[in-house]
């Protein structure tokens, strides 16, 4: 499998749809990948709390047709990255978007774990409640969200569903980069899984973001890492290595207290 992490900058000198338009072009430049992701929140920047409201979109908005075009033209599975979705009746949720390569929803994921400790985030947002997988040829992805990656349980539910590769889509600051590249190292050993984390490059709201999109394999060893600035991260893999690894080395089956399943 080819994966292509755009770790595209969001900086306040550029429009939303300036930007929208510039994060297709990159997704149709990596025809040829199996699977392509965007980060968080790209369109209006993950700490840009006070123009949530006013670039929400419906489900099926503009940045949903923009990537259902670019994902069909480019022939790949795309994870969209998150939007600010507004429902049918005005609630806001941070929402990632993942299309097959012919262009149609996959699937579409809800944040479960808000930012923000009470402001932000956490209070502008609505919380998804169910963990969500993607079947993709020869694996599953398992779908997560920037401070998802600081909550295991969501992991090992998806895990549970049947995800070998999690895809994480975030906006990271620089100031808890440590964090970022720890965390993710440390989802994909207990899991024995693939991590895909895309974060953003640039400053949002006055935030330095951390950049540093990062492809981890099931051991825990980083196959690729990016730099800072705004850069297209891409790394091939054997899906077919978190089969065996979870032979090799059956951690997994060792569980006993969470969601694994009662023994005998």
């Given at each position: 499998?080819?994966?292509?992490?755009?770790?595209?900058?969001?900086?306040?000198?550029?429009?939303?749809?300036?930007?929208?338009?510039?994060?297709?072009?990159?997704?149709?430049?990596?025809?040829?990948?199996?699977?392509?992701?965007?980060?968080?929140?790209?369109?209006?920047?993950?700490?840009?709390?006070?123009?949530?409201?006013?670039?929400?979109?419906?489900?099926?908005?503009?940045?949903?047709?923009?990537?259902?075009?670019?994902?069909?033209?480019?022939?790949?599975?795309?994870?969209?990255?998150?939007?600010?979705?507004?429902?049918?009746?005005?609630?806001?949720?941070?929402?990632?978007?993942?299309?097959?390569?012919?262009?149609?929803?996959?699937?579409?994921?809800?944040?479960?774990?808000?930012?923000?400790?009470?402001?932000?985030?956490?209070?502008?947002?609505?919380?998804?409640?169910?963990?969500?997988?993607?079947?993709?040829?020869?694996?599953?992805?398992?779908?997560?969200?920037?401070?998802?990656?600081?909550?295991?349980?969501?992991?090992?539910?998806?895990?549970?569903?049947?995800?070998?590769?999690?895809?994480?889509?975030?906006?990271?600051?620089?100031?808890?980069?440590?964090?970022?590249?720890?965390?993710?190292?440390?989802?994909?050993?207990?899991?024995?899984?693939?991590?895909?984390?895309?974060?953003?490059?640039?400053?949002?709201?006055?935030?330095?973001?951390?950049?540093?999109?990062?492809?981890?394999?099931?051991?825990?060893?980083?196959?690729?890492?990016?730099?800072?600035?705004?850069?297209?991260?891409?790394?091939d893999f054997d899906p077919a290595k978190?089969?065996?690894?979870?032979?090799?080395?059956?951690?997994?089956?060792?569980?006993?207290?969470?969601?694994?399943?009662?023994?005998?």
């Amino acid at each position: 499998m080819r994966a292509s992490l755009i770790q595209i900058a969001v900086n306040e000198d550029e429009t939303v749809e300036a930007r929208r338009l510039r994060a297709a072009a990159l997704v149709r430049e990596q025809a040829g990948a199996d699977l392509v992701v965007l980060p968080e929140l790209w369109t209006t920047g993950a700490f840009a709390f006070e123009e949530f409201d006013a670039a929400a979109e419906p489900l099926r908005g503009p940045t949903y047709e923009a990537m259902a075009k670019a994902a069909s033209d480019a022939g790949v599975w795309l994870h969209a990255g998150s939007v600010p979705e507004r429902d049918a009746d005005g609630r806001l949720y941070n929402t990632s978007l993942v299309f097959s390569p012919a262009g149609d929803l996959a699937a579409s994921y809800r944040k479960i774990h808000r930012f923000g400790f009470d402001k932000g985030e956490a209070v502008l947002m609505g919380a998804g409640r169910e963990p969500v997988t993607v079947t993709v040829p020869d694996t599953t992805l398992g779908v997560a969200t920037c401070y998802d990656l600081r909550f295991p349980e969501l992991f090992r539910a998806l895990v549970d569903a049947g995800a070998e590769i999690l895809v994480v889509p975030a906006g990271w600051p620089e100031r808890r980069r440590s964090h970022w590249t720890l965390l993710a190292q440390a989802r994909a050993v207990e899991n024995q899984a693939f991590v895909l984390a895309c974060g953003t490059a640039g400053t949002h709201a006055g935030v330095p973001q951390a950049g540093h999109s990062i492809v981890v394999d099931p051991w825990g060893e980083v196959l690729a890492q990016a730099g800072a600035g705004e850069e297209v991260l891409t790394v091939d893999f054997d899906p077919a290595k978190v089969a065996r690894t979870r032979e090799q080395f059956p951690a997994l089956k060792d569980r006993v207290l969470g969601l694994a399943p009662p023994r005998g």
